[in-house]
């Protein structure tokens, strides 16, 4: 920090700003003047206020060789993660090359976030800890309370990684209990709306999809109010998924009337995306159609342009095992097996049961064409694939089809 006072002498006079500005009422003009010209050290706190007056992070105050160097890496490594997501063997080998480098700045705690995830992958549990622990404290060294409890959060959704779902879920409700009456979260809604969707989406894994309609409903009419959609996509997706498993049509139609406008206001992938599949799921669960199925894909396709990225070839993994489902159901065996060998099940797909079940189908309906090609034992393989992926999570009509699938194959009957 030897050029502190020199760089917030910089940023003050670059924004115009006179020392009584930037002092206000906190600290005094000639302390300020003292720590402008690197005669007195400011604590943490002071540091905070004076970024805070200044507009800008506090870590951009503390900025050194190091703290540059770990900016370019985070660049990099936000790069290998939007275009290839955590599967690239090339980001947990950058990360480890520059280890002992990565200052204790915000892009150094949003570093070893990542670094953390990579040990979940990997089930180190204990070194997963070490790395996020690490992440809180800088963001609590800099006063940064918001992140401290978005840690926080990552914590508990590491245990959502591992499929600790009930642990997962009560971490949460922790974290939610201690956050409710802290005034610094008053401004940050962002995190209220993402947290009550998580907590909506973990009551669903738990199999308690009342309090999941609670909190998911919580969630959308926050987001409304505030005009803070992050979490939207996903929120109106699974709340979809829920009205349909239920035949609850109202709400199923009040929330595609949402996605719709949210297309038409900000025309965003995720939104796209999360209308499409809905609608298709619809099609799909509650009429059956095959060909409504493969015409909401044609819109989409056209409405999409591919990026690469890598949410784009997630999406695609969904969109791929709904037409090879409608090709199933239109007797066109081959061509469902051609969209069911697209998908790519490398990809960091959502590990919530819902959509383990859902995927899970690709190897019930392929059991199902092999068992009508007369290949019994390939059939019976892929129906235990399904069968066992899916049969600890609770019943949704995706576990129903695996499970009716396996007892069909086992019987030799696919009436």
Known sequence: MDNLGERIKQLRKQKKRTLADIAGNRISVSMLSLIENNKSTPSMETLSYIAESLGINV???????????TEQLWE????IVSTDGFNNPELSELIE???DQISKSVYGAKIFKIYAYLQVIKKDQELSQYYIKKAEDIYMSYGMMSQVLETRVDMAMFQFANNN???????LIDIKKNTDNETYLVDNQSFNIRILYLLGSLYAANGNLEFAKQYLDESANLASQTGDFSTTSETYKMRNLISIFENDFDTYKAYIKKLDLLVKLTNKKEYKFSLYFSKMSYEYLINNDPLRILGLYESYKYELKYDGKITEKIYNTYMNLMVGIAYFMLEEYERALSYFQLINTNLPLANHPIDVCMRSELEAYKARIYQIQGDAEKALKHSEI???????YPDNPYKKFIMQTYQDIKKGNLS
């Open 97 to 99: 090359l520059n280890l």
């Open 59 to 69: 870590s951009e105050l503390v900025s050194d060789e190091n703290n540059n160097l």
């Open 386 to 392: 399904a069968t066992n992926a899916t049969k600890n």
């Open 76 to 79: 990099r490594i936000d790069d």
């Open 165 to 171: 779902y009930r642990q997962s879920l009560e971490m």
